[in-house]
């Protein structure tokens, strides 16, 4: 049996951030200190964020009680499954994270 070569593909995915700091209201940066501008989408009973990779300068980081109260937690910490906890105990699942360093997150239902 011959395999199509086109078929063997597989996509470079880039790896996904261990942890996403909150450095001000606008931005989120990495463990190598790239700069993440998060969108929030609110949809029919979910929050999702596309938190894109771009390089933006870095300013001296806000605390977090300098922050204002966000719907984003202040980290997120990567954790199996390809999900991130938030700080504030929250999972969030990977949707997506493509090349072009768009990373899709969707907040799941807190467990009862």
Known sequence: VCTPRWFLFEPDYPPDPDHLWRWNMLLFVDETYRTWLPIIIKMEGSLQVLMRQEDYPLESPLSPTEMTPSLLPVLYQLYPERRYRGS??????????????????????APE
Request: aromatic share 10%; hydrophobic share 45%; charged share 25%.
């Open 88 to 109: 504030d105990s929250s999972l969030w699942r990977i949707v997506y994270h493509i090349e072009v360093e768009d990373m899709l997150l969707e907040q799941l239902p």
